[in-house]
């Protein structure tokens, strides 16, 4: 049984960092993409950053420079690192087993629960 696994959202001022971690179990980690989606009340959900299984990388437009995506096989876990936070930010992070074709991110229809980010003063 596939299980998706965040943490790490919080409480955050603008200006802060903060790291998400996901941990999928179930599933052959290291051939799949990951992807970090986020969804704002009212919102439709929207991709903030994929991983392909060789790195290769895809981030929104608005986080390019300021959140990183990573991977580790080893401990079949994707990471988000987030810095220079913005309100815009706020919004529930979940995260995704996709798969990577010609530069862009797909999901799949596992995901996590979502970890809660918060970013004000």
């Known amino acids: 049984q596939v299980q998706v696994v965040e943490s790490g959202g919080d409480l955050v001022q603008p200006g802060g960092s903060l790291r998400l971690s996901c941990t999928v179990s179930g599933i052959l980690f290291s051939i799949n993409a990951m992807g970090w989606y986020r969804q704002a009340p009212g919102k439709q959900r929207e991709l903030v950053a994929g991983?392909?299984?060789?790195?290769?990388?895809k981030y929104l437009d608005s986080v390019k420079g300021r959140f990183t995506v990573s991977r580790d096989n080893a401990k079949r876990s994707v990471y988000l690192q987030m810095n220079d936070l913005k309100p815009e930010d706020t919004a529930r992070y979940y995260c995704n087993i996709g798969h990577f074709s010609a530069g862009n991110y797909y999901s799949r229809k596992y995901w996590g629960q979502g970890t809660q980010v918060t970013v004000a003063s």
């Open positions: 991983i392909s299984n060789s790195e290769d990388t």
